[in-house]
């Protein structure tokens, strides 16, 4: 794939008051973040979750950190075993960490400590339809989403489901923050196109990191 950006520096875009969009961010240790992915990916597999209404999730994944994001019949939670292996989540791997609190910091949250990282697989089709983050009980400590492999459209509206939306293409290597007035702003993927990354091959990847405690 032509790269036409592969020499850029990285830069930053505004989102909305409280949320930015750090360009590139995450690019040059992207090869190493995707070798952590499928390090953990052999401990907690990747799993189409079922929400409450019963219905399977097309977006395939899995966590890292002392709390791990899941559904169950009734709800949302956050819970330190997964429920497919009874294990613990594992930790989440310092290179996360590194470019997790390297954002936090570019985003002006530098007190951000989260013990949470889902990690989502789309695939071809797959989406992520418009929702709040607002299972965590400290809404004052930012959401850190880093994008990896093929692009996606990202939708970024307000705290009304029905208000408007903003669009953005994500690609590899973006990393979006959100705190303070746009903490729960309503936000998700439209479906992914078709593609091939050379290093994600037909999938795009998202790490979103989380203070769940
Ligand atoms: C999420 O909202 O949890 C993930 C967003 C993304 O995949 O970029
Ligand atoms: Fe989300």
Same mark, same amino acid.
């Given at each position: 794939m032509l790269d036409l950006f592969a020499d850029e520096a990285p830069w930053e875009e505004p989102l909305a008051e409280g949320a930015i969009i750090l360009r590139r961010f995450a690019r040059e240790e992207a090869p190493t973040l995707m070798a952590a992915v499928h390090r953990l990916a052999r401990q907690a597999p990747?799993?189409?979750m079922v929400t409450p209404g019963g219905h399977t999730m097309s977006v395939a994944m899995t966590n890292c950190g002392m709390l791990g994001w899941s559904t169950n019949q009734h709800g949302y939670v956050y819970s330190p075993q997964d429920s497919l292996t009874g294990k613990h989540w594992p930790q989440i791997p310092t290179e996360f960490n590194a470019v997790c609190a390297r954002a936090s910091v570019a985003a002006g949250y530098p007190d951000f400590e989260p013990d949470a990282? @889902?990690?989502n697989r789309y695939?071809?089709?797959?989406?992520?339809?418009?929702h709040q983050d607002k299972d965590e009980p400290n809404l004052r400590q930012p959401i850190v989403s880093?994008? @990896?492999g093929l692009p996606a459209i990202f939708q970024f509206g307000g705290l009304k489901r029905s208000g408007p939306l903003k669009?953005?293409?994500l690609e590899h290597g973006d990393v979006v923050v959100w705190g303070g007035v746009s903490r729960l702003f309503y936000h998700g993927i439209l479906p992914l196109k078709p593609g091939f990354h050379p290093l994600t091959d037909q999938f795009r990847y998202n790490l979103t990191f989380r203070k769940a405690s």
């Open positions: 990747f799993r189409h990282c @889902l990690i695939a071809q089709g797959t989406k992520l339809s418009l880093v994008s @990896l669009r953005v293409m």
